[in-house]
């Protein structure tokens, strides 16, 4: 069986070798994306968008403990730039070799994170190689191992650390035996291909950045993003106080039911409904993930004087900024987060 990864993907062998793909959904990292094949209508038919087609598969499943896998599929950027529908494809690889030090995973579910359109685009901190392998990361198990690598790996359910240097949006891939962790074999492998990022991201911006202790405040925009449905749990777990600011009415409960002990509206009147609802309590930190300098600027007045703005993204592809009394007079810092395994 091929790796969750819908609606799956899955070359013809009577077709083309390379087969164009088109990203669907994804926006602002709110809604699950999927890849599906670019399709030509036929006999007069609109293409549907909600057609399914064969998932990804293996035709030749090799040796289980050798070090070759042949025949696998996977997903490729073949120019940098932001048309996606026809910069991605699906292509065929055989030969598949776990050199010294790498193992041979056969993944099981990959999902699609903001970060992979980022590379795709050239927009990442890792520049693609075209052709580049797509995914970044993902849950499998072990089928090869290398020389030098722990011959116990083999059969084990892994997830795959990130470092945009191999894929995970294919039938199996080669990774660093070291970007391999084991994982349990009773949990949900939709939600441990999904552990190497956003839970990740915020279990660092809680405890990289300021010396947090029980009953601090801290504050979040962006907050039902993936982040935020870690970061706010995790952190009502260290004893926190959480501020939280969404764009949307309708997602207020959700953030109240994540944890957070304040959820508010962004709008033009943010700055004076914090302070009313901070009663007297400043920030230790702001996490912001809107990037706009304006919403920046609403929130910094409830930070503490010496106290720390973290970018951990930008849904408007706007560069944060601190305004520059804050920063001048209040010792207000500007940090950001990136990780790569």
Known sequence: MGPRFGPHLRPDPARRRHHRCRLRGGAGGQEPARLVPRRRARHGRKERADQRVPQLGVRDRGSQGGAVVTAVDKVIVTAVGTDLENNIALVSEANLTAGAGEVVVEVEAAPVNGADTLFAMGWFGVYPEVP???????????????????????GRRVIMIPTFRFGTWATRTVVPAANVVPVPEDADPLQLAMLAVNPATAHVLLHEYVDLEPGDWIGLDLANSAVAHYLVPLAKRAGLAVLAVVRREAVVDEVKDLG??????????????????????????????????????????????????????????????????????????????????
Not at 132 to 154: F, I
Not at 281 to 293: A, C, I, K, N, S
Not at 322 to 341: E, Q, T
């Open 260 to 341: 957070a002990d304040i959820v508010l509206v962004d709008g033009e009147d943010l700055s004076a409904r914090i302070a009313d609802a901070l009663a007297g309590e400043r920030l230790r930190v702001l996490f912001e993930g809107t990037g706009d300098p304006a919403q920046v600027a609403r929130l910094v007045p409830a930070v503490a004087d010496g106290g720390t703005v973290v970018a951990f993204a930008s849904a408007t592809g706007q560069t944060p900024a601190i305004p520059l009394a804050d920063l001048i007079y209040r010792g207000i810092a500007l940090r950001s987060v990136y990780i790569v395994g």
């Open 132 to 154: 580049a392998a797509m995914g970044a990361e993902g849950v499998g198990r072990v089928v090869a191992v290398g020389s030098g690598v722990d011959a116990a790996l083999l």
